[in-house]
């Protein structure tokens, strides 16, 4: 097996500290534009409109409007933006002989009344007036250059300009900018990014999130895996320390939460795959409906929430989280869909990743041709754009236009063949993470490691230096307030190395003695259990290992594991060694989806394991709940229909229709009183609404028989009578907005935009 190049690390310190100024240099010429667009709508306070570069009439931009004052410059305006890849090179008025050309045509135009250029060029005295002069000769109104440093106070100056350029923050020294507590917690989110940060791309995305965050104090981040989320949480994460000042607490689980969470409010909250990272694990439900009206409250004094979740993951949890305790969470405005990325984000984002990558000024030259093309592919993700610039992903990628493409177009199967083809030392070094649950703390101890080391034959001093050599690939050693720890440098290494395990059964079985039982519970399914995301399952003839391992962990974990992860083997041998986890099968409370017993009782169905007694006991427990309490479950859950017989489920039908729907007044009025005014009068209604719009739904596609007058417009009356009484006593909280940039930025032209790419 080849052993794994070493990689060069750097601590984040280290690159905070270059030096106190901004190296824009590195942005790129593309970014750098967009960096001065911020800059004129921010700094110079004026929406700009943006031109194509390849037919832009000799303006990268164009003021809309008046400059400040009663100044006599009407009409259309100029933006030049000047770059360079060289830092220090001062401005001279040669360099910018060509603009000279066009300036002269656009002042016959009317179009350069105002002539401004914004460059990163650091500009001498002389050298402005010279320029201005020569400008000013050519026919513009006035001239005005904005050099470096002048460039670089504006965003020492302006949190609202870093928080709409927040590649900022991984470019300068923070400790410029930010206090001391803000600072150090800065510190703590960047270091679990690398220099991600440094590569982001301020995409419609990015943009949606800040403004839903602004106005609701809480945003859900969704997408595919490798999508960019956890990216676009971080760049907030520390926008929120700079311009709101936030306490920035990252945490893993409702119980963080609750230890955390302050009386006084103004914290943020950076909360990363809530419900799982590679798959959905409902043992958590229960203990995050707790704290949903912790969450309600806290937002009501200021504190702010950001949230991802991969896509299929949030769409398993949905089920059994009571999201009418926090309706905003639901609402379709906080829902960001990170994977829709324009064609000119798509390209910034391959553009930023090939340019800071550590490729070969070789490499690429050779695949800058292809560039175009990958930003156009439907398939197309960030992190495998961030794999494309690696010498450790891609060294060894053949360049032709198929191979370059299918990198894209299989980004889980070059990932697998990676770590399939690295040394013994390094997939040991995976090992030790992927034993601990995906974090482990640093400097590991030497049981964590020589288990993992034993598995694979090597020593354990080998395995510690492999993670170093892991460092900033696929492993990332990040800190937090409890000090240093090792992690995936991304979450699709877990998933990668899951089925890399389970290719090979010998490494099932040194995954089931080696790893934590607590992690084990949330890894595997039983051979013929269907889980997405869960890529190792253990066969039959494995059982008892995987028995003797998980036996000894609490009931209620077990009761998880057998609702969703369990075969009928497995369930007999928990069963007869803890039938506690029966207990809670002859009782439910509404919404009965989401009791966790429920499901577990529809699974030991679905297993032959469950007993008429229970059957017909939870069949009366559903019915009862769809009258009293309007509760939609027989409507809704999965499978409940394999459950109660045909005539219990035309019994629901009639339920519904004949006391459900006339009794709509009294479950409004029900819940008008268990009302704690700190939510939104309409968010309080918005559970009910939506399961008496599910009963109706069930009804007409039982009957097929449509109604004779829509019976929820008797709910809306009543629900807006309601609303209208609390709103007096309602006292919504209040929200300081972060900048979102109005102007629209550039379709560049792909090939033009990737023409440095390899400078």
Not at 192 to 206: C, I, K, N, W, Y
Not at 212 to 221: C, D, G, T, Y
Not at 534 to 557: I, K
Not at 682 to 691: M, N
Request: aromatic residues 8%; proline residues 5%.
């Amino acid at each position: 097996m080849p052993k794994t190049p070493k990689q060069p690390t750097k601590s984040k310190a280290a690159v905070l500290s270059l030096s106190g100024d901004y190296p824009l240099h590195k942005l790129g010429w593309k970014a750098f534009q967009d960096l001065a667009v911020g800059i004129a709508e921010e700094c110079l306070r004026r929406p700009v409109q943006n031109f194509l570069p390849n037919n832009d009439a000799g303006r990268d931009g164009a003021f809309v409007g008046k400059w400040d004052g009663d100044d006599p410059a009407a009409g259309e305006s100029t933006i030049q933006c000047k770059f360079s890849s060289v830092p220090g090179k001062n401005l001279t008025r040669s360099m910018l002989k060509d603009e000279l050309v066009k300036a002269k045509r656009l002042a016959e135009l009317k179009l350069a009344n105002d002539y401004v250029i914004l460059t990163n060029h650091p500009v001498t005295g002389e050298s402005d007036l010279a320029i201005r002069a020569a400008f000013e000769s050519a026919g513009v109104g006035r001239c005005r250059i904005f050099g470096y440093d002048w460039i670089t106070r504006q965003i020492r100056t302006s949190p609202q300009l870093r928080m709409m350029a927040p590649r900022l923050y991984g470019l300068g020294d923070l400790n410029d900018v930010l206090d001391g507590r803000a600072y150090e917690q800065a510190q703590l989110i960047l270091s679990a990014m690398g220099e991600d940060l440094q590569r982001l791309v301020v995409t419609e995305a990015h943009r949606g999130s800040v403004r839903a965050i602004s106005k609701h104090n809480l945003v859900l981040l969704l997408g595919a895996p490798a999508a960019g989320k956890s990216t676009i949480g971080a760049s907030i994460a520390v926008g929120a320390a700079d311009i709101w000042k936030s306490a920035t607490i990252r945490i893993t689980s409702p119980e963080d939460l609750k230890r955390h969470l302050s009386a006084t409010g103004s914290q943020f909250f950076w909360i990363d795959d809530a419900w799982g990272n590679t798959q959905y694990q409902r043992q958590t439900a229960e203990a995050w409906n707790q704290v949903f009206p912790l969450m309600q409250g806290a937002m009501m004094k200021g504190s702010r929430f950001l949230i991802t979740s991969r896509d299929y993951i949030w769409r398993a949890a949905q089920s059994d989280l009571k999201l009418q305790a926090i309706p905003v969470l639901k609402q379709s405005q906080v829902v960001i869909n990170v994977e829709e990325l324009s064609t000119s984000e798509k390209a910034q984002i391959l553009y930023n990743h090939i340019k800071l990558g550590d490729q070969s000024a070789s490499f690429k030259a050779k695949v800058k041709d292809f560039l175009p093309a990958l930003a156009q592919r439907k398939d197309f993700l960030p992190e495998t754009a961030r794999r494309l610039g690696s010498k450790f992903f891609a060294a060894g990628l053949e360049l032709t236009e198929a191979k370059v493409h299918d990198f894209f177009r299989r980004p889980q199967q070059f990932l697998l063949d990676t770590i399939t083809n690295l040394s013994d030392e390094c997939r040991a070094a995976i090992a030790v993470v992927f034993l601990n649950g995906g974090t482990v703390r640093s400097p590991v101890p030497h049981a964590e490691l020589n288990a993992a080391a034993s598995a694979f034959g090597v020593s354990g001093a080998s395995v510690r230096a492999e993670l170093q050599a892991l460092n900033g690939s696929l492993l990332l050693l990040a800190q937090d307030k409890d000090g240093p720890y090792w992690t995936y440098k991304h979450p699709t290494v877990s998933d990668a190395f899951a089925k890399y395990l389970a290719g090979t059964p010998e490494l099932v079985e040194m995954y089931l003695r080696g790893a934590r039982p607590e992690s084990i519970l949330y890894e595997v399914v039983c051979a013929g259990a269907h889980l997405e995301g869960a890529a190792l399952t253990v066969p039959n003839s494995m059982l008892d290992l995987l028995f003797e391992r998980l036996v000894r962990l609490d009931s209620y974990l077990l009761k998880t594991f057998v609702s969703y992860r369990s075969n009928k083997l497995f369930s007999l041998k928990i069963i007869e060694a803890k039938p506690d986890i029966l207990s809670g099968l002859s009782t439910f409370f509404a919404p009965i989806q989401e009791d966790s017993d429920a499901r577990l009782l529809i699974s030991l169905h679905q297993q032959g394991l469950l007993s008429e007694e229970l059957r017909s006991g939870f069949a009366e427990a559903v019915l009862d709940a769809l009258v009293e309490k309007a509760d939609p479950t027989v409507f809704e859950m999965a499978f409940i229909n394999q459950v109660l017989t045909e005539s219990e489920m035309a019994q629901a039908v009639q339920l519904a229709k004949n006391q459900t729907l006339q009794r709509i007044p009294e479950y409004v009025s029900s819940m008008r009183g268990e009302w704690n005014r700190e939510t939104s009068p309409e968010d309080h209604f918005y559970g009910l609404e939506q399961a008496l719009t599910t009963i109706k739904d069930g009804i007409a596609k039982a009957t097929d028989e449509p109604f004779a007058t829509d019976p929820l417009t008797k709910l809306h009356t009543e629900v807006q009578a309601a609303v209208w009484q609390m709103e007096s006593e309602y006292d919504p909280p209040s929200s300081t907005s972060a900048p979102v940039a109005s102007s629209t930025p550039q379709n560049a032209v792909l090939h033009t935009l990737f023409r440095d790419v390899d400078e």
